[in-house]
């Protein structure tokens, strides 16, 4: 039997637990020994529930100690890039790292650059490409049923990097990922927003050009939605094509051009209540691919350089507002668009006053106890950092 690839997570939070998932189910290859988190709870309570022996408060105290053959970097976006490039100078094999892959193009071309220097595979967890509905989307789409695809729609809500990613990247993975043209976009943010400490807009939308001649559009905290209900999703794909069109979530896909009028549903190949758009098998094939890649198999369908793409199409709806032109690829803004509009003056607020749609996360001030207290009353982690007491 061949030897079990090591693992170190960094970043005992919410996301920790979907990559966990992943790696239990693919335990013949995999052996989870580390976690490094500042937060000594966190490292503590990970490593009771997963059985995990070592624990570091910081990457350069794992590296010091350990170099495993793969990193999930669970981390806030602003650390992925360098927690990423640091990983890739250590020694490691390969990288699972969270999306958004980095805050602007400069930072996501240097994780693809430390990582073909260093020989180490890099995965960007856009997980969803392994949800039954988005595969069984692409197989039909690649049988022709809709014919040539000519226009793709995507909503999301709560900030372009932090859900719009996931269905711009999808899409991409349905249609074949195509090399983009051009994007033309434009920006609102006159309140001071932020997500997971990443100043983002109030609301965005972009025209993406594909070379093959789809075009895509793309809202983002535009429209409202219902996504919590069962089998609804927060992620909406549309995809128009020649002769027909179809309705995608990660669950099942609506086709409208058949012999019947009106929409037909095609069930995935997994009945959709077995389907977790993140944790559970997703994720698990999600490790079982890269496994495979790093013997020797397949590109990655999560591969950094396709996530790149997805970056820079979001990165290029920020940079086009910025300068009211189209942004034609290859990109050459490497710094966050977004920051540098606010430095200039181009995006002034109306209310000054910062929020973090997703400040709750912050751990830095609780009250540990109270969070084990409400730990041991089976509440998940976002449900208690909701409620904690704050020091
Ligand atoms: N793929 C998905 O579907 C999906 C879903 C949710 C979140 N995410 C992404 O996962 C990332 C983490 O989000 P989350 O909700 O798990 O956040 P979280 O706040 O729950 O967890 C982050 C953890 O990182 C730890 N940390 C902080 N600084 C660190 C450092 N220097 N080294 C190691 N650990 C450190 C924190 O103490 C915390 O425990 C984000 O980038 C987010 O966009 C992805």
Redesign the pocket.
């Known amino acids: 039997m061949s030897k079990k690839f090591t693992v170190a997570v960094?970043?005992?939070?919410?996301?920790?637990q979907?990559h966990m998932n992943g790696y239990n189910i693919n335990e013949k290859d995999i052996s989870v020994e580390a976690v490094?988190?500042?937060?000594e709870n966190?490292r503590k309570i990970f490593m009771d529930q997963y059985d995990v022996k070592k624990s570091y408060s910081?990457?350069k105290d794992l590296f010091e100690h350990f170099i495993p053959d793969i990193v999930s970097i669970?981390?806030?976006?602003a650390?992925?890039h360098e927690?990423t490039v640091e990983a890739a100078k250590a020694g490691v094999k390969a990288i699972i790292c969270?999306?958004?892959m980095a805050i602007g193009s400069g930072p996501a071309k240097a994780m693809i650059d430390a990582c073909a220097e260093n020989n180490v595979k890099l995965v960007i967890?856009?997980?969803?490409r392994f949800t039954p509905g988005w595969e069984k989307a692409k197989e039909l789409v690649e049988s022709g049923l809709i014919g040539n695809p000519l226009f793709v729609e995507l909503k999301a809500l709560e900030g372009l990097l932090?859900w719009a990613t996931?269905n711009i990247d999808g899409s991409r993975y349905i249609i074949g990922d195509p090399d983009t043209e051009w994007v033309f976009g434009s920006v609102e943010r006159t309140t001071n927003k932020f997500e997971?400490d990443t100043r983002i807009e109030d609301s965005c939308m972009g025209l993406i050009q594909y070379k093959n001649g789809i075009q895509s559009f793309v809202q983002s905290d535009l429209a409202q939605y219902d996504y919590e209900s069962q089998w609804k999703t927060n992620h909406p794909i549309f995809i128009r094509g020649e002769i027909g069109a179809l309705d995608i979530t990660e669950y099942e896909v609506k086709y409208l051009g058949g012999r019947y009028s009106g929409w037909e549903t095609i069930p995935a190949d997994i009945p959709k209540e077995k389907i977790d758009?993140?944790g559970g098998d997703t994720n698990g094939k999600l490790v079982k691919e890269l496994v495979n890649w790093l013997n020797g198999g397949n590109d990655h369908r999560c591969s950094g350089d396709k996530a790149k793409q997805t970056l820079d199409i979001m990165m290029s709806i920020y940079q086009s507002a910025r300068i009211n032109e189209k942004v034609y690829f290859p990109v050459n803004e490497n710094t966050y668009p977004l920051d540098l509009m606010f430095d200039e003056g181009k995006i002034p607020l109306k209310n000054p006053e910062r929020y973090d749609i997703?400040g709750f996360?912050?751990?830095s001030d609780i009250d540990e106890e109270d969070y084990n207290m409400l730990k041991k009353q089976g509440i998940p982690?976002h449900q208690i950092m909701q409620k904690v007491k704050r020091l």
């Open positions: 960094i970043g005992a939070g919410s996301i920790s979907a490094v988190d500042p937060v966190a910081s990457m669970c981390t806030w976006h650390l992925h927690q969270e999306k958004p967890s856009h997980q969803r932090n996931h997971r758009p993140i997703r996360l912050d751990r982690h």
